[in-house]
Structures are given as C-alpha cells and as structure tokens.
Nanobody, 123 residues
Framework: QVHLVESGGGLVQAGGSLRLSCAASGDTFSNYHMGWFRQAPGKEREVVAA????????YYADSVEGRFTISRDNAFNPVYLQMSTLKPEDTAAYYC????????????????WGQGTEVTVSS
C-alpha cells in the first residue's frame, strides 16, 4: 500500500508555469506505475499524464502534449508534473495516483490516490 500527497498547486496567470509534486510513502515507490489526473468542476476526471515504474513508458493527453512533463525519481520517490504555458482550461484539481500492474490512462484502474492540489490559471 502507498500513501500519496500532492503539492505545488496554486494560482498562476495564463502562460505561466507550475511544478506539481507527489510524495509517496509506505510501499516501495518503484513498485508502482504513476499517473496525474485532473478534474474540473462538473467534469469527469481525466488523465493528464502517466509514467511507468522505471519511466520506460510515458503518456500525455493531447491537450497537454508539449506543455507538460511527467517525471519520477525512484531514489527519492516523488513524481513530478512540470506544467508550462498554462491555459485557463488547465484549471482543475490535480491528483496523482498509483497502480501496481501496468500503466493506464483510465482513472478507474488506479488503486491509490492523493488528496489533490488545486491549480487555477487566470486569463
């Protein structure tokens, strides 16, 4: 079992950048495939990016490709989401999630979730 805590959210102007971090505790971090998801008010949770256990497979949603970068540090166990050229439509609660078997873009496939961090992008 792994416990996840996100940080790094906040208010930023359009065109700005933020870096989200997700710290993991409990089980060995490298046992888990990780994902970043977001959920805007009234909308379904959607994948932003996903990364396999040793970063051999990385996925980005089309809406963030080229602007966001997911990375992980298995030695110190955070997973990061570097967000650049932010847009108002990126405004959402951002969640990191972990699953033990395979990378997935489906939020229902993830077993462990953080509490989320809010990102607000003003125009």
């Amino acid at each position: 079992q792994v416990h996840l805590v996100e940080s790094g959210g906040g208010l930023v102007q359009a065109g700005g950048s933020l870096r989200l971090s997700c710290a993991a505790s409990g089980d060995t971090f490298s046992n888990y495939h990780m994902g970043w998801f977001r959920q805007a008010p009234g909308k379904e949770r959607e994948v932003v990016a996903a990364i396999s256990r040793f970063a051999g497979t990385i996925y980005y949603a089309d809406s963030v490709e080229g602007r966001f970068t997911i990375s992980r540090d298995n030695a110190f166990n955070p997973v990061y989401l570097q967000m650049s050229t932010l847009k108002p439509e990126d405004t959402a609660a951002y969640y990191c999630a972990a699953r033990a078997i395979g990378t997935s873009v489906n939020y229902r496939a993830y077993d462990y979730w953080g509490q989320g961090t809010e990102v607000t992008v003003s125009s």
